[in-house]
């Protein structure tokens, strides 16, 4: 497994990263088979550490997990629960899907906007119908059963997920309810 391994605006000595390798290899080689690679970026906000770390499988699923602490060893190992927790959750259906699937899934491109928010009163009309694009960026919509994508959307944490439906070939939305139940949005 790859493994990359940084800092935002903080120096990553070779002692963490020794000890992110051995655990997240240990943590994954566990639950997954076969993991491509690992990102796993720390942070600083004020007092606390915050280590975000993203595990992409050789299936094409990706598990993510993000966590806070006081202490940055401390910060990686409560991610390090969280991401053993989800695979430990998914680690029958990630090897069912493993086996049913003989080739990664299918993924196509796409764009991504970031549109800038209105920091007008709430009372008052928008002075244009055309929102202010702060960013663009390539994204990914991968192919996925219904089943599949609702597990990718466990998995990465997400509120939403857009996917090509494999079943019927078109784009469908899985999305988390305000009342904890899954929705499924099939145009």
């Known amino acids: 497994m790859r493994y990359q391994i940084s800092g935002k605006q903080i120096d990553i000595g070779q002692a963490l990263q020794t000890h992110v390798e051995a655990e997240l290899g240990s943590v994954v080689e566990k639950y997954a088979e076969r993991p491509t690679d690992a990102h796993v970026v720390f942070s600083k906000h004020a007092s606390e550490f915050m280590c975000e770390a993203t595990i992409h499988l050789s299936t094409g699923l990706t598990a993510q997990a993000r966590a806070r602490a006081h202490e940055i060893y401390a910060a990686f190992d409560h991610c390090s629960e969280k991401m053993e927790k989800q695979l430990r959750r998914y680690k029958r259906r990630l090897k069912d899907h493993h086996r049913e699937r003989a080739e990664p899934v299918e993924l196509a491109g796409a764009s991504s906007y970031i549109l800038a928010s209105e920091t007008e009163n709430e009372d008052s009309e928008p002075s244009s119908l055309q929102p202010i694009i702060v960013a663009e960026m390539e994204t990914k919509i991968p192919s996925l059963s219904v089943g ?15 996917f090509r439906n494999e079943g019927k070939d078109g784009l469908n939305v899985v999305y988390r309810r305000e009342d904890g139940n899954i929705g499924w949005i099939d145009p």
Not at 148 to 162: F, H, K, R, T
Request: cysteine-free; overall charge negative; proline content about 7%.
């Open 148 to 162: 599949e994508a609702v597990m990718q959307m466990e998995l990465a944490g997400v509120p939403v997920l857009v």
